[in-house]
């Protein structure tokens, strides 16, 4: 059984450029460090590189030096920005996991964005280069001026397809209409507003409020109790032991616990029980509602109640007031997209998820993705501690809020996964009721 946290193969990195008498420039030989990353809260990927650059790289041109010398990147090149750059990793836990995909970006190669690292040395420079994926760049250049009616996930795939070629990869159905105007503003911008507005059609009774982001699966437009309603993909186990089986290259390396509660500041700035005031400038009627804090799905124990912010009686914690948007389009009398049904639910929802929040450290896992549910087994605190038993409160199901994969030439632990995980509530076993 291979061990995960070995490094893995580079078996390719190179820089490609335009101009076709400087070709491409291979990298390999002086690789330091990659790290790949994907967040719930990024609608693209973004990864960075470490190398060092001996100043045999390149050929310089006419315009970098006269003499036409080899030399390095940074002072042969034109500019790194905006360039190619393709790299290959073999990992041994692609080919033992389904579904799974090597870092593979020699089709469709991540862009350099910035240089965040340069040092000189005597002989030799240390490079580092901050990337994202091309849909990152391009999405930049695009301005949206068209409206948008009718269902959420139809206009999102919509937008991809129109700007980038590409369909969603996943998403969850949608089912009240929207209806959203461009307004010069970029297909990310648009599809972001878009999320917080959806309101899901599953799983039932499904809260409102959207996460969009890129995986190297693709993008994905999936609802919060969507992804909370998964079942994990993986379990891993907390163990200072080293195994020489597959259980070895599941076990939680480190892990620090950021945060055990609710920030209750943040609660009371966001919301957790909400006043919402609605004014109708058609009828100049006006209605007011409390919305307490529920969720139908949790990752935890639905037995636990959850903790409402109130002082002197007062039932709520936040107030938003909203004049409602009376048909947009044309002349009528309806609604769009009543913030009845989406504001202070949307908003409880994303604030309640964020709860619980842990940071850990796995042996890479290239079948590990960000949205997926994977199960944790941390150990139990007690004056007597016992190998294998479970802390039941704080073990269980998580929600992979950011993942990280870094790559260096550690001998020990060359290959590592580093994940953000957070959940809504305590509890190692989850309630399937609802």
């Known amino acids: 059984m291979s061990n995960w946290s070995r490094p893995a193969i580079l078996q390719n990195l190179r820089i490609s450029h335009t101009d076709v008498t400087q ?11 990659f790290e790949y990353y994907e967040s719930l809260l990024s609608p693209h990927i973004t990864a960075s590189i470490v190398f060092i650059d001996t100043g045999q790289s390149v050929l310089a041109g006419p315009t970098q030096d006269a003499a036409e010398r080899l030399g390095t990147i940074h002072s042969s090149f034109p500019s790194l920005k905006n360039k190619n750059l393709h790299i290959t990793i073999k990992h041994p836990s692609d080919s033992n996991l389904a579904n799974s995909n090597n870092l593979d970006f020699e089709t469709n190669p991540l862009v350099i964005s910035d240089i965040v690292t340069r040092i000189e040395g005597s002989k030799a420079q240390l490079m580092g280069l901050k990337l994202v994926s091309k849909y990152a760049r391009d999405n930049k250049k695009i301005q949206i001026d068209q409206t948008f009616t009718g269902n959420v996930k139809n206009n999102v795939d919509k937008i991809l397809l129109d700007n980038f070629k590409i369909p ?9 209409p929207l209806t959203i105007e461009g307004q010069g503003r970029n297909p990310f911008e648009v599809i972001l507003d878009m999320a917080r507005e959806a309101v899901p059609a599953t799983p039932h009774n499904a809260q409102p409020g959207c996460f969009f982001f890129e995986t190297l699966d693709g993008f994905n437009f999936r609802g919060i109790d969507d992804l909370v309603n998964q079942p994990n993909q993986f379990a891993y186990l907390t163990s200072d032991v080293a195994t020489f089986c597959e259980r070895s290259n599941f076990r939680i390396l480190d892990y620090n616990v950021r945060s055990s509660m609710r920030d209750m500041i943040s609660s009371l700035k966001v919301g957790e029980a909400i006043k919402q005031e609605k004014f109708n400038p058609l009828s100049f009627e006006y209605d007011e509602e409390i919305f307490p804090i529920t969720s139908n799905y949790t990752l935890g124990s639905n037995d636990i ?9 007062v039932e709520y914690s936040n107030t938003f007031t909203d004049f409602l948007d009376i048909s947009p389009i044309g002349i009528g009398t309806e609604i769009n997209n009543n913030p009845s049904i989406w504001r202070a639910k949307s908003l409880m929802r994303y604030n309640i998820l964020f709860s619980k929040i842990i940071d850990i450290v796995v042996p890479c896992n290239l079948a590990l993705r960000a949205g997926q549910i994977i199960q944790c087994s941390f150990p139990k605190k007690t004056d007597r ?17 950011h993942l990280s994969h870094k790559f260096t030439a550690d001998g020990q632990v060359g290959s590592t996964t580093h994940m953000t995980i957070v959940r809504d509530t305590d509890g190692i076993y989850r309630s399937t009721e609802v």
């Open 168 to 176: 969603l990869a996943f998403a969850t159905t949608t089912s009240t």
């Open 23 to 33: 070709g491409e420039v291979d990298l390999s030989g002086g690789f330091l460090s």
């Open 305 to 313: 109640d959850f903790e409402t912010l109130s002082y002197e009686g």
């Open 385 to 401: 501690p016992e190998e294998g038993v479970a802390d039941e409160t704080v073990s269980g199901d998580y929600l992979i809020l």
